[in-house]
């Protein structure tokens, strides 16, 4: 079992910033490809960032590319989400998880290759 626990959410204004952190326990950490995903009220669930087991990797959304940086610290057990220029479009609760591989630089994409996530932490940005 991996736990996972968002935190840094909260509201914004347009063209501000926030860092999304969200800190693993359990199994060995650096053995899972890491993600984030977002859903706002109505909507599905939708990938935004990927990172492989080595960090080497990494992968966006095209409505996040060049805005958002997914990295990770495999010392600190923990993935980041640094999320700039913020639009009012990116509000939504914002989740991370976490993916077994035993490819160091894999990224996954999809829903279904995740096999843990967290709880969620809302992200609002106003206009």
């Known amino acids: ?22 800190a693993a326990s359990g199994r060995t950490f650096s053995n ?12 599905e669930r939708e990938f935004v960032a990927t990172i492989s087991r080595s960090g080497s990797s990494t992968g966006y959304a095209d ?10 610290d495999n010392a600190k057990n923990t993935v980041y989400l640094q999320m700039n220029s913020l639009k009012p479009e990116d509000t939504a609760v914002y989740y991370c998880a976490a993916g ?10 999809t829903n279904r290759e995740y096999n843990y996530w967290g709880q969620g932490t809302q992200v609002t940005v106003s206009s």
């Open 32 to 43: 899972y490809v890491m993600g984030w995903f977002r859903q706002a009220p109505g909507k």
């Open 63 to 72: 409505s996040v590319k060049g805005r958002f940086t997914i990295s990770r």
């Open 100 to 109: 077994r591989t035993s490819y160091i630089s894999s990224t996954y994409y």
């Open 1 to 22: 079992q991996v736990q996972l626990v968002e935190s840094g959410g909260g509201l914004v204004q347009a063209g501000d910033s926030l860092r999304l952190s969200c």
